[in-house]
């Protein structure tokens, strides 16, 4: 299972990318995966090797973290 997670814009996005970070969520950047990375936003977030209790932590540490960040 994937959770694909994107901000509306790219300032959103840097803010939910950093959240993540502060949070040691596993992420890859969408643009990763595109051939236009400029104009694409968005993180992916594996959990397909975690099970529900992990990976409910792992999104409420990341939301937590998002919340009480600098915005």
């Not at 995966?33 to 400029?38: A, E, I, L, T």
């Not at 975690?50 to 973290?65: G, H, L, P, Y």
């Amino acid at each position: 299972m994937h959770l694909v997670v994107r901000g509306r814009t790219a300032k959103l996005d840097n803010q939910l990318l950093a959240s993540a970070q502060r949070a040691s969520v596993e992420f890859h950047p969408v643009r990763a995966y595109v051939q236009h990375p400029k104009t694409v936003r968005g993180l992916i977030l594996g959990f397909a090797a975690f099970d529900v209790k992990a990976t409910k932590k792992a999104i409420t540490n990341w939301s937590r973290e998002f919340y009480s960040g600098e915005r």
